[in-house]
């Protein structure tokens, strides 16, 4: 009977060898610790890509900083710019929004000009009169255009027209140049180092004014030049 039982007892370590070892996973199907080694290789899903960091990487990607993107000219700008965030993986509780009205922007200036003939005449008449003038920057469409003054308003713009016209000076009108809106400003005040890093070098279009980082806070500046 003791014999029988060393026996058995010697084959239970064999076939506890056998099955820890895997030498019994193609015999009886059973696996040792779930998956096998080179299972876990097979896998793995472009391990080509997993790279060491070193200290001071992992240092730098826990570094925290803030990040501002402005002007961003009106609502439109502003959901572009946080829907291009949430496709970097961010949400609405990583930034912050800043607002701030834009004044609207009229110019009196002249007609189209049709050759370079017509516009030498009128520089010719504002300088006889001593009128400041300058290009017409924009929109494309109205150029080549003088513009003889700035304004906050239209009807700003229409009073300086009617003295003009008071003087004499025809082929002029009130152009609209900007309208008044708001600007924005986007702001990640605790974006990691690896968030830093890619939107410091974002291309999206939507985030085309560009990260920097954020001014210095008012109380900030002041205690600086104290």
Known sequence: MLRVLVIALLLLNLLFFGWSQGLLDTVLGLRAGGEGEP???KLAQHAERVTVLSPQAISA??????LE?????????????QAALERFGLGSSDWRVQSSDQPGRWVVATNKLESAEQQARKEEVFKRLRLAYEPLPAPQGEQPSLVLSQHASTEAAEAALAS?????LRGLRVLQLQAPGQLHSL???????????RLLNAKDPALAPGFKTCPPAPAASAASAA
Do not use: F, I, N
């Not at 402005?70 to 710019?81: I, T, W, Y």
């Not at 003009?164 to 004499?168: G, L, N, T, V």
């Not at 702001?187 to 890093?197: E, F, Y």
């Open 39 to 41: 299972e876990r290789l």
């Open 61 to 66: 990607m826990q570094t925290r900083g803030c």
């Open 69 to 81: 993107l402005a002007p961003l000219p009106g609502d439109e700008a502003l959901k572009a710019a």
């Open 164 to 168: 003009y016209e008071k003087r004499a």
């Open 187 to 197: 702001q990640l005040p605790s974006a990691d180092g690896s968030v830093q890093a």
